[in-house]
């Protein structure tokens, strides 16, 4: 179980790194270990996880399969952290196909679950890319809302790329609404 957990959470760091091959690596063989284990829940977020380094790569319909395998599960156990996080990626998903309609839904169930247990810089995190894809639909005003949301909660939570994720999304709202200098400006910022 210690080898099993060390390589998980090494699984995750590398993969914040975006050392998509290590991840890979290492989440297998702890997948590996878990599952002799019969540990369902590392089980399930490993296979999270492998859907996350396949979105890192491009293979959007293998993250699409690990990430609505990981999705049914947690939903069978009504894990809300759990099922935030995987509604989030799979809006992730439906926006950069451009399915904006759905990645909208997504992202607004993502945010009732976070909100319900409490997660602030996941809802924050959620907020941002709703307003993002709010942006990509045209509707400035409400992207805005979103953005200034997200950016209060990154603030408050003192996430630097939150923050600056945010400037960027609230740059593109100044563009949509021809505010070239402000644009700059934020982007700047």
């Known amino acids: 179980r210690g080898l099993a957990n060390i390589l998980q959470i090494g699984g995750f760091v590398e993969l914040a790194r975006r050392d998509v091959a290590t991840a890979r690596a290492w989440f297998t063989e702890s997948l590996d270990l878990y599952q002799e284990l019969k540990d369902e829940y590392n089980v399930n977020a490993l296979i999270e996880g492998m859907g996350l380094i396949a979105y890192f790569q491009g293979d959007y319909k293998a993250a699409r399969t690990y990430l609505e395998k990981s ?3 947690y939903r069978s156990q009504q894990m809300k952290d759990g099922l935030g996080s995987v509604l989030r990626w799979l809006g992730d998903l439906e926006r950069v196909s451009g399915s904006y309609e759905q990645a909208a839904i997504d992202y607004r169930e993502a945010l009732q679950y976070n909100s319900e247990v409490d997660l602030p810089l996941a809802v924050a995190v959620t907020l941002h890319r709703l307003g993002q894809v709010t942006l990509c639909e ?52």
Not at 142 to 168: M, N, P, T, W
């Open 71 to 73: 999705l049914d599960w």
């Open 138 to 189: 045209g509707k400035a005003g409400d992207a805005q809302s979103l953005f200034l949301d997200s950016l209060r909660l990154h603030y408050k939570g003192e996430s630097r790329q939150g923050i600056v994720e945010c400037l960027a999304g609230l740059a593109g709202v100044a563009v949509l609404q021809k505010e070239f200098e402000h644009a700059a400006k934020l982007f700047g910022a």
